[in-house]
């Protein structure tokens, strides 16, 4: 079993940046992969990024260049850096987790707000 708790939403102006970070517990982080998703309201939820064990990441066409995916094994914590933030990248943020197996049949976290006002 893997609990994750996300942290770091919040409101923030168009062009400013929040870090948003997912402390997982449970077995070992360092084989996780981990991703982020995002929904936002009256859309379907998508993923963002991701990070495998092996250090190979994916960002989703709109993020790339903007947002940056970075864990800390020893602390067992994935983060996501975004900058450049847009009034588009407005939603609830979830942090996922999966040994096996695609990301959305993993672990969740409770999500984290985050809006960018224009």
């Known amino acids: 079993q893997v609990q994750l708790v996300e942290s770091g939403g919040g409101l923030v102006q168009a062009g400013g940046s929040l870090r948003l970070s997912c402390a997982a517990s449970g077995r070992t982080f360092s084989s996780l992969a981990m991703g982020w998703f995002r929904q936002a309201p009256g859309k379907e939820r998508e993923l963002v990024g991701a990070s495998w064990s092996g250090g190979r990441t994916m960002y989703t066409d709109s993020v790339k260049g903007r947002f940056t995916i970075s864990r800390d094994n020893a602390k067992s914590t994935v983060y996501l850096q975004m900058n450049s933030l847009k009034p588009e990248d407005t939603a609830i943020y979830y942090c996922?987790?999966?040994?096996?197996?695609?990301?959305?049949?993993?672990?969740w976290g409770q999500g984290t707000q985050v809006t960018v006002s224009s």
């Open positions: 996922a987790a999966a040994y096996s197996g695609p990301l959305v049949n993993g672990y």
